[in-house]
């Protein structure tokens, strides 16, 4: 299983960037969907997640400004960032917990991470 982010790039402050992540490969099942990121310095922390059923979480700093939605048939995430901040500039990582076949159990994917740059 292989999952490709791109998206990332540089973006003055208060414009607007969307993040893809596609996954390949062998899946049977993905549970929860999500976008983390990592900025200099910092941890790495949960942007965003968005499970099976649809429910949606978000990290406090970016609510009302980031949109996470999937599209199930093509296993792809997306993160709709506007009003994006000097404070969102990260490596923005995408995740996935899944099953390869009915018997595996749910392990982490993880895609390489795109870097976002909020800059004037």
């Known amino acids: 299983v292989q999952l490709q982010a791109s998206g990332g790039g540089l973006v003055q402050p208060g414009g607007s960037l969307r993040l893809s992540c596609a996954a390949s490969?062998?899946?049977?099942?993905?549970?929860?969907m999500g976008w983390y990121r990592q900025a200099p310095g910092k941890e790495r922390e949960l942007v965003a997640s968005?499970?099976?059923?649809?429910?949606?979480t978000f990290v406090d700093s970016v609510k009302g400004r980031f949109i996470i939605s999937k599209d199930n048939a093509k296993n792809t995430l997306y993160l709709q960032m506007n009003s994006l901040e000097p404070e969102d500039t990260a490596v923005y990582y995408c995740?996935?917990?899944?099953?390869?076949?009915?018997?595996?159990?749910?392990?982490?994917?993880w895609g390489k991470g795109t870097l976002v740059t909020v800059s004037s």
């Open positions: 995740n996935m917990k899944m099953k390869r076949w009915w018997g595996d159990s749910f392990v982490d994917y």
């Open positions: 490969g062998n899946i049977f099942s993905i549970n929860v």
């Open positions: 968005i499970t099976g059923g649809g429910s949606e």
